[in-house]
């Protein structure tokens, strides 16, 4: 990896800063692209899990014992278990991922939280050390016993790994995940949950979404979650608000070749979801990241003043999936948490768009500058 | 800039970060588009993008780690996911033969 990052990247000497960051943001951009690898293919499974226990805890829609009983396995075994298979399927296709699960199963057991991070860590680990295995040993094995050395090197390196999980690595990401539960903590607390938003909503528009949600929030909501029913963290990097305050802003005072393609833009991102489409509006014109920030962060402290939340992350971040993973009662105050973004956005970014007068003088001023006459051109 | 012949491209990629959003809905936008010229057009991740892949189309943020994946491979990046003149280029240029900056 590094040494194509060295071929198509010009020479370091020349623009040291600029490359730096550049690279810093492709890295970044690739690990977080991995951790979001590992669990977006699974949302299916999260859902699942989200409506069950929307449905059958007993505070939800039809409580039923005998169903809330899913809850608790499914949370603590199937998805972690899914996160390490899939991670380590990412390392070294099949025989990645069956070590990766059993690997998984190791620091899953015995631990009172989701061991999501946990997951992240064991899968592709396992993947990584059987892959290591067949391309340094497993080679060698003649053609008749190569089922058998398969089968019992996936088999042993699983268990050791799994052995390992339970007894070293899982009390360790134990400690971790505690320290950063603290420190969440200490920002909720404090009210200063809203100021996540100076790190979120730029993170977002540079591709980083996935890995912010995915690999970041969503662990924190699950945690909460399987505790109390409902996470606010889900909704910090899902609220679609942020993303629509922009787009109608842009599209009533944007500049040309963003109002034409506003409106489909609008449909695709709130109720498709697919927030990637807003990310364009916002690079192109970068000060429109303070209406981003502002938006998700008064979203931020809304939600925090309805106590809302949502059960499991509604991905992808449209208003449907939103809904539909609201507990009972609480989707006055997601709406309210949205709403509020929206419009807190479509301020902002119409002043700093300068209600459309800014853009018509620069029009006006590219059209001078490209030599034209003003009017000849359209 | 270098150029490739587009009467060659069979298979064309659109690639973003999980594979599963923004690129699922371009691929099947342009896949319309492209499919009276018999070009095949698929989406994917951007970390794993498939050897058959004749061009690459992904967001201009993630052009990096596109030709880090496929260093040799033809990487188109756009700036807007809807009507970036891009596709139009890339539709153009498969429609009439004849070369294809990138």
Request: charged share 15%; glycine share 12%.
């Amino acid at each position: 990896m590094t040494r194509a990052d060295e071929a198509t990247s010009p020479t370091p000497a020349d623009q040291p800063a600029e490359s730096r960051m550049s690279r810093a943001k492709t890295a970044i951009q690739r690990f977080g692209g991995n951790l979001a690898g590992m669990v977006m293919p699974n949302i299916g499974a999260f859902i699942a899990w989200g409506l069950i226990t929307a449905l059958f805890i007993p505070t939800g829609w039809w409580p039923n014992e005998t169903l809330a009983q899913l809850v608790d396995p499914m949370i603590k075994f199937l998805l972690p278990v899914l996160i390490g298979y899939t991670g380590g399927k990412l390392v070294h296709d099949q025989r990645g991922a069956v070590v990766g699960a059993v690997a998984t199963v190791g620091v899953a057991v015995g631990s009172d939280v989701p061991m999501f991070l946990g997951a992240m860590i064991v899968g592709p680990l396992g993947g990584w050390l059987i892959k290591l295995f067949d391309t340094k040993i497993g080679h060698r094995a003649s053609s008749s016993f190569r089922m058998l050395v398969d089968n019992f090197s996936a088999g042993i390196i699983g268990g050791l790994l799994a052995v390992a999980g339970m007894l070293a690595i899982g009390p360790v990401v134990r400690t971790l995940t505690g320290w950063l539960g603290d420190g969440v903590q200490f920002l909720v607390d404090n009210a200063l949950l809203p100021l996540a938003s100076l790190i979120i909503e730029p993170a977002k528009v540079l591709f980083l979404n996935n890995a912010i949600n995915h690999g970041v929030l969503s662990q924190l909501g699950v945690s909460e979650s399987a505790q109390t029913g409902k996470s606010i963290y889900f909704l910090m990097e899902t609220n679609p608000g942020p993303g629509l305050g922009i787009l109608i802003a842009c599209l009533l005072f944007g500049p040309r070749m963003m109002r034409a393609s506003a409106p489909g833009a609008m449909i695709i991102h709130f109720f498709g979801g697919i927030h990637e489409i807003y990310f364009p509006y916002v690079l192109a014109r970068p000060r429109l990241i303070l209406a981003a920030i502002a938006g998700g962060a008064s979203g931020v402290l809304t939600f925090f003043l309805f106590e809302a939340g949502t059960t499991a992350t509604p991905a992808p971040g449209s208003i449907i999936a939103l809904m539909a993973v609201t507990p009972k009662g609480g989707h006055l105050g997601v709406l309210a948490g949205v709403a509020v973004a929206t419009l807190v956005s479509f301020l902002v970014a119409s002043l700093l768009l300068g209600f459309g007068r800014a853009e018509k003088a620069r029009e006006l001023q590219e059209q001078v500058a490209a030599g034209g006459p003003v009017d000849d051109k359209r | 800039m270098s150029t490739l012949d587009a009467s060659t491209i069979k298979k064309v990629i659109v690639a973003c970060d999980a594979g599963m959003g923004s690129s699922v809905m371009l691929a099947g936008q342009l896949s319309s588009a492209l499919a009276p010229y018999s070009v095949k057009v698929q989406h994917a991740p951007v970390n794993q993008i498939p050897d058959d892949a004749d061009v690459v189309l992904c967001q201009q943020g993630l052009v990096a780690r596109a030709k880090a994946v496929k260093p040799d491979k033809p990487v188109l990046g756009f700036t807007m996911f809807l009507g970036d003149p891009v596709f139009d280029k890339l539709q153009k240029a498969i429609r009439d033969g004849g070369d294809l900056e990138y």
